[in-house]
């Protein structure tokens, strides 16, 4: 059974630093990662994905990293802003579903 | 396109009572999907239907939940003789098949179900 831990659950940053966000899954055989933005009582933004058979991608101040062999994905914000506070959520795609971790909720503050 | 809604946003129910979550995918989409999260957690995979055909059920989704997509196109999902358990975000995705493109989901803002 595929398991996602998200470390770490919670996260509170100046604005204006660069942080790191970290996945790890248990199982490698994955089609692809999606890194998801979710607002307080909101849906899921998608962020950036990557396919299994990528190292990276990169969406603006946001870069995601996958190493498939150790089950590891990093999100990594730089510059960070008041406006990225929100809760980070990984996923990984099996067959047809995604397996969610449990989030970071990440503060930036002034 | 205005990407995937989701009606109501809110419901509050009292415990027994039956309730219906309606889902309207991207429109050239034709994978839907449904999850549930409680808070503090991720959300959780329930079910998925590639055009009408409910190809996969997971365990959460017991007796009392059904999910319909008669046409291929708007998805329902009714949860039957609610219980306080029950109470969460119901959150709905669509997506196009994988192997001709990134198989990207895409999530609509959700239905908070609070059942008293």
């Known amino acids: 059974k595929q398991e996602v831990t998200q470390i770490p659950a919670a996260l509170s940053v100046p604005e204006g630093e660069n942080l790191v966000l970290n996945c790890s899954f248990t199982?490698?055989?994955?089609?692809?990662l999606q890194w998801f933005r979710q607002d307080p009582g909101k849906g899921l933004t998608s962020l950036l994905l990557i396919q299994s058979s990528q190292r990276e991608q990169t969406s603006g101040r946001l870069n995601a990293s996958l190493d498939k062999s150790s089950g590891r994905s990093t999100l990594y914000i730089a510059a960070s802003q008041p406006g990225d506070s929100a809760t980070y959520l990984c996923?990984?795609?099996?067959?047809?579903?995604?397996?969610f971790g449990t989030g970071t909720r990440l503060q930036v503050t002034l | 396109d205005t990407g995937v809604s989701q009606d109501p946003r809110h419901k509050i129910t009292k415990r027994g009572q039956n309730v219906t979550f309606r889902c309207d995918p991207i429109s050239e989409h034709n994978r839907l999907y449904w999850y549930r999260q409680t808070l503090g957690q991720g959300p959780e995979f329930l079910t998925y239907?590639?055009?009408?055909?409910?190809?996969?059920k997971s365990r959460l989704l017991s007796d009392r939940f059904s999910a319909e997509r008669p046409k291929g196109s708007f998805s329902t999902l009714e949860i039957q003789r609610t219980e306080q358990g029950d109470s969460a975000m119901y959150l709905c995705?669509?997506?196009?098949?994988?192997?001709?493109?990134?198989?990207?989901?895409?999530f609509g803002e959700g239905s908070r179900l609070t059942v008293l």
């Open positions: 996923a990984v795609r099996v067959a047809s579903k995604l397996t």
């Open positions: 239907f590639q055009n009408e055909a409910q190809l996969e």
């Open positions: 199982d490698s055989a994955i089609y692809n």
């Open positions: 995705a669509s997506s196009l098949p994988t192997g001709t493109n990134t198989g990207e989901l895409f």
